[in-house]
């Protein structure tokens, strides 16, 4: 019953450093997401995949990448990490991608740059 | 501009005790309404969700309520517990694909 599982769950980069946070989840989902949470703000969704085989930007894509790795991953990627990308990072997963289904979230990434 | 606010910021009660959080919004079209329980440390859970044609709805003892006129909505807990201690996010989503919108939440205390 571990429906979304993200790793690592706490990470410290030196700016510049690259690192992928991957996420994983067994709900057989066909929608995955990306989401961050900075203190005094609502979560943002910076990438999103509606099914296997797409991605799509969200609200903050700057400075991430993903990949849909097959229908249970979704990996985000920093390529060069900057002290604007400390934040909480949330994996989510949903059956469709619109309408009424559900959100499932991973217990989350807490990533700190310096 | 689509916006989802939450209030009051912060609360604390003693346990045993009812309370009730708000959320107002300005997203439009509407689609349904969603909370959620955050504990510390950990990703949110959800609580309801509310369609345009409901005005209520219940889970356990959490109570939601919408008003879809006013574009308000509430969420009550009765007999509040120390594990009800959590963040709750109120977030409301529009149409199309993955149009969700989140509230800042409120973050809730329960004290012995």
């Known amino acids: 019953n571990a429906g979304v599982t993200q790793t690592p769950k706490f990470q410290v980069l030196k700016t510049g450093q690259s690192m992928t946070l991957q996420c994983a989840q067994d709900?057989?989902?066909?929608?995955m997401y990306w989401y961050r949470q900075d203190p005094g703000m609502g979560l943002r969704l910076i990438y999103y995949?509606?099914?296997?085989?797409?991605?799509d930007k969200g609200e903050v894509p700057n400075g991430y990448n993903v990949s849909r790795l097959n229908k249970r991953e979704f990996s985000l990627r920093l390529e060069s990490a900057a002290p604007s990308q400390t934040s909480v990072y949330f994996c989510?997963?949903?059956?469709?991608?619109?309408?009424?289904?559900?959100?499932?979230f991973g217990s989350g990434t807490r990533l700190t740059v310096v | 501009k689509n916006q989802v606010e939450q209030s009051p910021q912060s609360l604390i009660i003693l346990e045993g005790k009812n309370c009730t959080l708000q959320?107002?919004?300005?997203?439009?079209?509407?689609?349904?309404l969603r909370w959620y329980k955050q504990d510390t440390g950990r990703g949110p859970v959800s609580l309801t969700i509310?369609?345009?044609?409901?005005n209520t709805k219940s889970n356990g003892r959490y109570t939601a309520t919408l008003d879809a006129d006013t574009k308000q909505s509430s969420l009550h807990i009765t007999a509040s517990q120390l594990s009800d201690s959590a963040s709750y996010i109120c977030?409301?989503?529009?149409?199309?694909?993955?149009?969700?919108?989140f509230g800042t939440g409120t973050r809730l205390t329960v004290i012995p």
């Open positions: 509310m369609t345009f044609s409901e």
């Open positions: 995949s509606a099914s296997e085989g797409t991605t």
């Open positions: 977030v409301v989503r529009g149409t199309g694909a993955n149009n969700l919108f």
């Open positions: 709900m057989n989902h066909n929608s």
């Open positions: 989510a997963s949903s059956e469709g991608a619109g309408g009424n289904y559900g959100y499932t």
């Open positions: 959320c107002n919004y300005t997203v439009s079209p509407f689609s349904n």
